[in-house]
């Protein structure tokens, strides 16, 4: 049998009523809320339960929301004794990958993960951008026209025929023309407030290379599968790689081929929702690939061991 891979979703993935089941049934999970609430002083179980969704969206609160869920579900499947044989994470969920894998504490990834939220959000509200899907083209085809589109970028390499573009609004949306017109079978523009992974958010990483700078990473265990650079990092080299994940694509398929090419044929997506178990099947059907976000959900995950 093969490697089970525990991964982790990113932005995005955000949905009212996210983690109140699991937290209701375990209070290994509710625990977590509780921790978080304290630590940062506002009610993050609360926005999380009952919303509002406006608020929830918000990058500031939705980045925060996400980690918490993602830990409280991690932490019922440690309770089980599942912990995986190599974790990794979507952009975000690189920070829930790492408090996993032990590399860092709850209570610092959290910290770390609001002033992310803030950055970013402060940055896309002082200098707008967009981002896009585009569908059924491939990569290489995307890439170039980004470059003749003016400031515009591929930033999420997310499986055969998707692939996010972010930049300028006004480069997007000739990206996404050119795209339909060289053949994409659509182009979706996204309901995000930036130019999140694109060299616009070049403010934001300075702001998180001082606060990463003053963290103490350990080493991961399991191993932690970077979607940024695909390769295997070590306790020395995290601060890094967060802060290049700003203005950096995320190269999924990519991490989950390398996953696949190293053994890995079970992946928990640990956290809301069910977007990288979509992806990851795209990229290779003969895996097996479930979310682990409700009880309903974490039964399913545990018999499937």
């Not at 470059?147 to 025929?161: L, Q």
């Not at 692939?163 to 949306?173: C, F, I």
């Not at 290379?209 to 991961?220: G, K, M, N, Q, Y």
């Not at 080299?237 to 989950?256: D, F, K, N, Y």
């Amino acid at each position: 049998m093969g490697k089970l891979a525990l991964v982790f979703p990113g932005q995005g993935s955000q949905s009212v009523g996210m983690g109140r089941e699991l937290a209701e049934r375990y209070e290994a999970a509710a625990a977590v809320y509780e921790k978080a609430n304290a630590i940062l002083d506002w009610d993050v179980a609360g926005l999380c339960f009952k919303g509002p969704a406006d608020r929830l969206s918000r990058t500031e609160y939705a980045q925060v929301a996400l980690y918490v869920n993602s830990i409280a579900a991690m932490a019922v499947l440690a309770e089980k004794g599942v912990r995986g044989e190599v974790v990794s994470g979507h952009s975000l969920g690189e920070y829930s990958a790492l408090a996993a894998a032990g590399a860092l504490g709850f209570e610092d990834g959290l910290k770390l993960v609001s002033l992310r939220g803030e950055a970013m959000g402060r940055l896309a509200g002082e200098r707008p951008g967009s981002m896009a899907a585009i569908l059924g083209l491939e990569d290489g085809e995307v890439e170039r026209i980004c470059a003749e589109s003016g400031e515009v970028w591929p930033v999420n390499y997310n499986c055969p025929g998707q692939l996010v573009v972010s930049g300028e609004t006004e480069a997007v949306h000739r990206a996404m023309a050119r795209s339909t017109d060289a053949g994409a079978k659509r182009a979706v523009m996204l309901e995000v407030s930036g130019s999140f992974h694109s060299p616009l958010m070049r403010n934001a990483s300075g702001e998180m290379r001082e606060h990463l700078a003053e963290v103490a990473f350990s080493e991961p265990e399991p191993p932690f599968l970077s979607s940024i650079t695909c390769e295997y990092e070590a306790a020395d080299g995290l601060a890094g790689v967060l802060v290049e994940q700003i203005t950096s694509p995320v190269r999924w398929r990519q991490a989950v081929e390398r996953l696949i090419a190293d053994g890995a044929s079970r992946f928990f997506e640990v956290g809301n929702g069910k977007t990288l178990c979509g992806l990851i099947k795209r990229i290779n059907r003969g895996v097996d690939a479930v979310n682990v976000s409700d009880p309903g959900s974490l039964d399913t995950a545990m018999a499937s061991l």
